[in-house]
């Protein structure tokens, strides 16, 4: 790909970007690379397309395949662009999943008669109350019939095949890390970040500068950027915060829930395809809203995991601990004993749901999928309305470059579409939890049973996550069992299964806004919370050569999945995007 870059773009500028591992050659379009040979901006390259998308997720995936359907359908043609930071398409996507198709229906009708990472129906659907030695059976709250068990870092490879014949030019391995404004401060795209830097600034032999994919030079300067960037998206938040956009939405902030995950390969006789489990209770205390699922796909593969609400008020819980615990459980156990761990990994989820959903436009562009926060909690699923999310601003950006309308339509569009309905049906659950797990469950099956998603009130959601955690004087520490190496793992042994890799000699992407914080108030306040909420062991308090406890970041275990950003509680932690490539290598997550 470094030559097919090099050419189209005539400069080293953008060549460049071909040296993260797993790119695969683009299909350049005449326009594009013209615009490129002759474009350059402050000594970065400069490359036009009609729509850059930030994020080779589901959202981006389908926002780029309708685009390119709508341009058939009118026998016209929009330049797209995909950028993706992972090293390849779905090596940092990594979710349950239960995928519900509804959208894929939409958008790819045969779907099912193609070869497919979709192909294990959901064949059973049970629901769990553990104690801490019981597994109790309670009716089941969800509707699978109809639903697949699947990795959705597989599908999305799929989605970008598919994508990819349409003519979507996918580039994974660029990290956009700015977004471009023209003079009027309307978004005209984005920027990659440089390379080759060292962490004391300087530049290496391996410099170079990043590369502008914006449009806003053409005669029609009408151009749009869609970010796709997925839960707690850096440029995404950036965008939200400066244009007001939750304000202008529905007001209320977003919360979130740290998943954590480890796909086996378990016994055969102990395996079930389509089998779907989800627990409530242990190892979580009463006042932490939170679940775990098991999900068996093919080929003896068991997806397993804990999701933790980042609102919890012990300082002293680590959730990756606390999945290590769950394990143990005597009815889970039986299900991993004679198994072996394929892959680890950990994402944030939004659980804000209906009343956290911001205003997705801004001048110039929209925000999809999880960026703008879509999931549905009581269902566990957020892939299909992130989908349909993309669609629906597709749909928005095609009229608006070809037909002169407004990216208004998305926001219109999206509150008419079945997205809106069904998470306002779904918009009380939550909340619930905020007065506990009784009270929660409770309100839940009022919600489910009698209203039926049509209550006459909306809760609000509680405190925003970070302002959650109580100070450690009001706990006490919590002793851990050490992992035993076959069931549970220390964090070191994990982090190998998740590939994750970084160039070590660069600028740290994890930044403190004010140095002293840790020190100052996190250690003494909190007793040094970002040394357990972080599943990967990035934040750690080391002593110094007087003894003195300082806040040490091995930002090369980093996992990307935004707890650091969200969960801190002074929000004294930024997290940037590193050099393209860099992070998690998910396969089969």
């Known amino acids: 790909m470094q030559r097919v870059l090099r050419a189209a773009a005539a400069g080293a500028g953008a060549a460049r970007l071909a040296h993260a ?40 995936l389908a926002a780029a395949i309708r685009l390119k359907q709508l341009c058939r359908a009118a026998d016209t043609d929009l330049s797209v662009c995909v950028l993706e930071k992972g090293s390849e398409v779905g090596a940092h996507v990594l979710s349950g999943n239960v995928f519900e198709p509804r959208a894929l229906d939409e958008l790819i009708p045969k779907w099912r008669q193609e070869d497919t990472p979709i192909r294990v129906p959901v064949s059973s659907d049970k629901f769990w ?69 060292a962490k004391d600034g300087s530049k290496r032999e391996t410099f170079q500068p990043g590369v502008e994919l914006r449009g806003d030079y053409l005669e029609n300067a009408g151009r749009i950027t869609l970010l796709a960037e997925g839960c707690r998206g850096s440029l995404s938040e950036k965008i939200i915060r400066n244009h007001k956009l939750r304000e202008s939405g529905q007001g209320q902030h977003q919360t979130y829930a740290l998943g954590i995950k480890e796909v086996w390969e378990i016994e055969e006789g102990k395996h079930k395809p389509g089998s779907v489990i989800h627990t409530v209770g242990w190892p979580l205390d009463s006042k932490t809203y939170g ?43 039986t299900i991993l004993d004679g198994g072996t761990v394929l892959q680890y990994g950990a994402r944030t989820l939004n659980e804000g749901g209906f009343q956290s959903i911001p205003n997705p436009v801004f ?33 928005a950006t095609f009229k608006t470059l070809v037909e002169g309308s407004s990216m208004e339509l998305y926001w219109e569009n999206l509150k008419k579409s079945w997205i809106w309905e069904e ?21 839940s099956a009022l919600e489910r049973y009698v209203f039926k998603g049509k209550s006459p009130f909306t809760l609000k959601h509680g405190r925003p996550d970070h302002e959650a955690t109580d100070m450690a004087s009001s706990h006490s520490p919590i002793q851990y069992p050490k992992p035993d190496g076959q069931i549970s793992f220390d964090v070191p042994t994990s982090l190998y299964r998740s590939s994750t890799n970084h160039e070590h000699d660069q600028p740290p992407h994890l930044r403190l806004r004010d ?20 599943p990967a062991r990035v934040y ?15 930002a090369q275990n980093c996992l990307h999945c935004k707890a650091c950003d969200i969960k801190d509680p002074k929000q004294n932690i930024e997290w940037t995007v590193p050099e393209g490539g860099g992070g998690p290598g998910y396969t089969v997550m």
């Open 423 to 443: 998470l306002y049906r779904a918009r009380n659950y939550r909340p619930a939890f905020e007065y506990g797990f009784i009270p929660g469950m409770a309100l």
């Open 540 to 554: 750690e308090y080391v002593s110094d050569e007087k003894g003195v406890q300082k806040l040490h970041i091995n």
């Open 129 to 197: 109350l553990l104690t801490k030695n019981k597994a109790w059976t309670l009716p089941s709250p969800f509707d699978n019939k109809g639903n697949y068990v699947i990795s959705l870092s597989q599908m999305v490879r799929w989605m970008a095949s598919k994508a990819e014949e349409l003519g979507v030019e996918v580039y994974p391995g660029f990290a956009a890390s700015e977004i471009l404004y023209d003079e009027n401060q309307i978004v005209t795209g984005v920027a990659t970040n440089d390379v080759g830097i």
């Open 21 to 60: 591992p797993g790119h695969r050659a683009p299909r350049w379009g005449p326009a594009a690379a013209a615009a490129a040979a002759r474009w350059m901006s402050g000594g970065r390259e400069a490359m036009s397309y009609d729509v850059v998308i930030v994020g080779a997720g589901p959202a981006g």
């Open 291 to 333: 679940g775990s699922f098991m999900y068996h796909l093919d080929d003896r593969q068991l997806a397993i995991g804990l999701v933790v609400a980042l609102n919890y008020r012990n300082p002293f819980m680590s959730p990756y601990d606390e999945f290590q615990k769950f394990k143990q459980h005597p009815a889970v156990r």
């Open 363 to 395: 001048p110039g562009g929209a925000i999809i999928g999880c960026s703008a926060g879509f999931l549905n909690v009581p269902k566990i699923k957020g892939t299909h309305t992130a989908m349909k999310s993309g669609m629906l601003a597709a749909e």
């Open 515 to 534: 140095p002293t914080v840790p020190e100052r108030v996190n250690l003494p306040l909190y007793a040094g919370p970002e040394s357990r909420y972080c």
